[in-house]
């Protein structure tokens, strides 16, 4: 299994971006997906998350500004980004896991793409 995690770069506070997470060899939609981010120095913490189901959770720094969504027929994940401050600056992890553990722990995910950084200038 592998996750391409895209989209990430340099915006300024207030502006957008849109991250992907495209997989190869799991199919998204039969299993949890999961944004996280970790800025310097600080740990990895959970963004959002869209069940098999498509249900969607955001935490709550994001909640209002983020947008998870699904494509199934590209297998991808998309992390819409809007109203951006300078403390979404991170990596941007995605990650896949399985139906039925909790989303909010890393622990619960068992492949993780290799990170898209996203700065936002003040």
């Known amino acids: 299994v592998q996750l391409q995690a895209s989209g990430g770069g340099l915006v300024q506070a207030g502006g957008s971006l849109r991250l992907s997470c495209a997989a190869s060899r799991r199919t998204l939609s039969s299993y949890g997906v999961g944004w996280f981010r970790q800025a310097p120095g600080k740990e990895r913490e959970f963004v959002a998350a869209i069940s098999w189901s498509g249900g969607s959770t955001y935490a709550d720094s994001v909640k209002g500004r983020f947008t998870i969504s699904r494509d199934d027929a590209k297998n991808t994940v998309y992390l819409q980004m809007k109203s951006l401050k300078s403390e979404d600056t991170a990596v941007y992890y995605c990650?896949?896991?399985?139906?039925?553990?909790?989303?909010?722990?890393?622990?619960?995910?068992?492949?993780w793409g290799q990170g898209t950084q996203v700065t936002v200038s003040s």
């Open positions: 990650a896949t896991g399985a139906p039925g553990r909790s989303i909010y722990s890393i622990y619960s995910y068992d492949y």
